[in-house]
């Protein structure tokens, strides 16, 4: 099984950048999908996720209204758009596949490696 997320950069402050979770290996529509991200010096955090079928998404306080998480079961895609960008979301992006739609890590067992946002102020 793998996971790859990709579309990380660079960004200035108010820009957009839009992040894809792509995979292999797994049955894509069985699996509930989360967006996670950690700061230098932090630790992972809760962004976003999405149900199997794509119908019921959740996001952490911090993104919500800003970020729109998304899925295509026919490409085994996850997409994570993320508009009105700040220098504090600056992170590595992590998407995840999991039996569980949750906010807690421990609950995915599939982690891609990550991508780089940077948000200029």
């Known amino acids: 099984v793998q996971l790859q997320a990709s579309g990380g950069g660079l960004v200035q402050a108010g820009g957009s950048l839009r992040l894809s979770c792509e995979h292999s290996?797994?049955?894509?529509?069985?699996?509930?999908v989360g967006w996670f991200r950690q700061a230098p010096g932090k630790g992972r955090e809760f962004i976003a996720r999405?149900?199997?079928?794509?119908?019921?998404?959740g996001y952490a306080d911090s993104v919500s209204g800003r970020f729109t998480v998304s899925r295509d079961n026919t490409k085994n895609t996850v997409h994570l758009q993320m508009n009105s960008l700040r220098p504090e979301d600056t992170a590595v992006y992590y998407c995840?596949?999991?039996?569980?739609?949750?906010?807690?890590?421990?609950?995915?067992?599939?982690w891609g490696q990550g991508t780089l946002v940077t948000v200029s102020s």
């Open positions: 999405i149900d199997r079928g794509g119908a019921r998404p």
């Open positions: 290996g797994l049955t894509f529509s069985n699996s509930n």
């Open positions: 995840a596949a999991g039996s569980s739609w949750s906010e807690y890590s421990r609950y995915y067992k599939y």
